[in-house]
């Protein structure tokens, strides 16, 4: 099956600074690449998706890059602010099939 | 809709017991998934079902969880005997089958096998 992979585990930054998050993938045939954020006690939700016709979505804040060639998409969280604080996890899914695999999770700190 | 819905929310058993999980997809998803969670290995995709029918059941750990799903709006989860290394959040999640559609998480269940 498909391999996600997350860098780093934990990450901590200054509030207002910017917070990236990057995922590798292991099967070329994945197409769809949801952030999902989880707080603390609570389901994940999703944040932002890609899909692997775009290289790139921005909804505000946040923006999610992807490279097909190199099987790699990141997170880009900036002005990152106190209630951005939770665990982010990436993950990979395809048409065919229908599986989501998840990353291992990012906890993000943003000390105020 | 009210969502993914699972039951209960919080279980604590004794281990060599039976422990039973249960989710309701979101009305109209047709595919459903199950996922433990746990600090060291993070979500984990147990099994998940396309239209009923169980697809992937590779992420099972050992013949001692079954999961079925009897109709679209119900499937179960199924630990037998449990102990304690089950314990963790089972989080159950559909989507509609095709790809590139959000999955919806449950609530989650907490279980602690003591």
């Known amino acids: 099956g498909e391999n996600v992979e997350q860098h780093p585990s934990t990450l901590s930054v200054q509030e207002g600074d910017s917070a990236v998050i990057k995922c590798t993938y292991s099967d070329s045939a994945s197409n769809y690449f949801p952030w999902y954020k989880q707080e603390l006690g609570k389901r994940p939700q999703l944040i932002i998706d890609i899909r692997s016709n775009v290289g790139e979505k921005k909804d505000q804040r946040i923006a999610v890059t992807l490279n097909k060639t190199a099987k790699h998409f990141s997170l880009h969280i900036t002005e990152t602010q106190p209630e951005d604080s939770a665990v982010y996890f990436c993950?990979?899914?395809?048409?065919?099939?229908?599986?989501?695999?998840f990353g291992t999770g990012t906890s993000l700190t943003v000390i105020p | 809709d009210a969502g993914v819905i699972q039951s209960p929310r919080h279980e604590v058993t004794e281990m060599g017991q039976e422990v039973t999980l249960r989710c309701k997809p979101i009305s109209g998803h047709n595919s459903l998934f199950w996922y433990r969670q746990t600090m060291m290995r993070g979500l984990e995709l147990l099994i998940y079902f396309n239209n009923n029918v169980p697809i992937d059941d590779s992420g099972m750990p050992e013949d001692r969880f079954s999961a079925k799903m009897p109709n679209a709006s119900f499937s179960t989860l199924k630990i037998q005997p449990s102990e304690p290394r089950d314990s963790a959040v089972y989080f159950c999640a559909s989507n509609l089958i095709g790809g590139g559609t959000e999955a919806f998480f449950g609530q989650g269940t907490r279980l602690t096998v003591v």
């Open positions: 993950a990979a899914s395809k048409s065919t099939g229908n599986q989501f695999y």
